[in-house]
């Protein structure tokens, strides 16, 4: 099938080269010349793990293509997914001029029938919109889809090719069909493709988001409650996590969730409540939460060292907002470096990919506090006062503690992925805070 793909970030590459592997001829397109640029040349603007290979095999095949030319990827295409951005207004609602500018675009081109599938994350009634745009702008032919992405960043090769569920809205025998052909390849696991209608398909996705984000800030307070009760949080978590009715994923404590799914979809899923009168109290109450949780470690430095950090560097590992990723949207990094240098601390940061990504963040990049090791972990600790761990990267689960002491000038662990044994920590000499353990 010719399928075409505007959008070439995260969800629009991972998705072309996901077709394109499965005997699809596929089109990506960008407005960015740089990102098609680096692509035509054999790079990858994204760190992926799995990506660049299959990038690279589906070029060399002729069956994926990049292009400026948004254009000709609409005349080319039979499906067109729309996998651009949908950020968030000052207000928290989703900035939608993009994937709307997309349907214009689509409908002023189109020169025959064409299946319009919206893979962006948008409201739910969005899908109404393009379908609007379009029937104004064309006589010809066409159906309106909603295909929400549900991949992990770190894990979306697998997720696109091996999915638990696809969700797809639809209104019409022909767009079912259709979808139906672009992923029955996917399906031969068994796992369902559940068709529905497409104001449901838009909500799935932004309910999902929700509670999953719902469930890392109920366990970030209950690490709260922990630490005032001396309870331990990864005690209660298996506890928990036990109950089938519960189930063990996404009940690990640490310093709050980034990236650019939970926290824009958290508050377009709220703004679109209070767009129907519904204050979406939980909601609030998550975002709440998370926002607490990112300043959490910078406060357990002030408990230790005192409100003045002026003279004291401090280490900080992990920079991305979860590993195997560069992404750093909403990373907890960005607040507790703030955080720390607004303090009068020094900070010497590390992380193992997001290192490009994270100096382009004002916050870090642009802060003169603040000094991006590109080399090592362990050199990120040279002469430092005290050891934060902000993202749960591999690399650092399992640390010399006799080179670490040997590196730092001061002695004390702010773990804040909960990572660490605690007596191994402490028996090594350093004092250990971590989150929700004693």
């Known amino acids: 099938m010719k399928v075409g793909v505007i959008g070439t970030g995260y969800v629009g590459l991972v998705l072309g080269a996901g077709l394109a592997e499965t005997g699809n001829h596929v089109i990506c397109g960008d407005i960015d010349a740089e990102k098609i640029r680096i692509l035509n040349e054999g790079g990858i603007p994204i760190w992926e793990p799995g990506l660049d290979g299959m990038v690279l095999r589906n070029r060399e095949k002729g069956r994926l293509r990049f292009t400026t030319d948004i254009q000709g990827l609409v005349r080319d295409s039979t499906v067109v997914f729309i996998a651009v951005g949908t950020p968030p207004q000052e207000d928290g609602s989703a900035d939608l001029h993009h994937v709307l500018g997309c349907a214009q675009t689509i409908a002023t081109t189109m020169d025959g029938y064409r299946l319009i599938v919206v893979k962006s994350t948008v409201p739910v009634g969005t899908c ?5 745009i379009v029937a104004a702008n064309t006589t010809h032919p066409f159906d309106i889809a909603s295909n929400p992405e549900f991949l992990k960043e770190g894990d979306a090769i697998q997720d696109m090719m091996k999915p638990d569920r696809i969700v797809c809205g639809v209104d019409s025998p022909r767009a079912r069909e259709l979808l139906e052909d672009v992923y029955q390849t996917f399906m ?5 493709i559940l068709f529905m209608d497409v104001k449901s398909s838009e909500m799935t996705k932004y309910a999902s988001n929700a509670m999953l984000a719902t469930r890392i800030s109920f366990m970030n307070e209950m690490a709260a409650l922990c630490d005032s009760l001396g309870a331990d949080i990864d005690c209660v978590r298996r506890g928990m996590g036990a109950d089938p009715r519960i189930g063990s994923k996404f009940l690990f404590a640490g310093v709050g969730y980034g990236g650019s799914c939970f926290p824009k979809d958290v508050k377009a899923l709220a703004s679109t409540g209070r767009e129907c009168g519904l204050p979406m109290k939980v909601l609030n109450a998550v ?5 607490a949780q990112k300043r959490l470690l910078v406060e357990k430095v002030v408990g230790h060292f005192g409100p003045d950090l002026s003279g004291l560097k401090l280490a ?8 195997n990723t560069d992404d750093m949207r909403e990373a907890p990094s960005i607040e ?16 193992p990919v997001a290192l490009t990504t994270a100096a ?24 430092a006062d005290a050891l934060l ?12 503690f006799d080179e670490l002491k040997r590196r730092m000038k001061g002695n004390v662990i702010f773990d804040g992925r909960n990572i660490f044994d605690s007596c191994r920590v402490r028996d090594a000499g350093f004092r250990y805070y971590s989150i929700g353990r004693p």
């Open 360 to 383: 382009r963040v004002p916050e870090i990049g642009g802060n003169r506090g603040c000094t991006i090791v590109t080399t090592c972990a362990e050199d990120a600790l040279d002469g």
């Open 316 to 323: 900080v590992w992990g920079l991305a907002f979860k590993p």
């Open 188 to 192: 031969r696991t068994g796992n369902p």
């Open 128 to 132: 109404d919109k393009v379908r609007d």
């Open 287 to 291: 975002e709440e939460v998370n926002a």
């Open 336 to 351: 507790v470096i703030s955080g720390l240098t607004e303090l009068g601390a020094t900070v010497s940061a590390y992380d």
């Open 389 to 400: 761990l902000v993202t749960e990267w591999g690399e650092f689960r399992n640390p010399d």
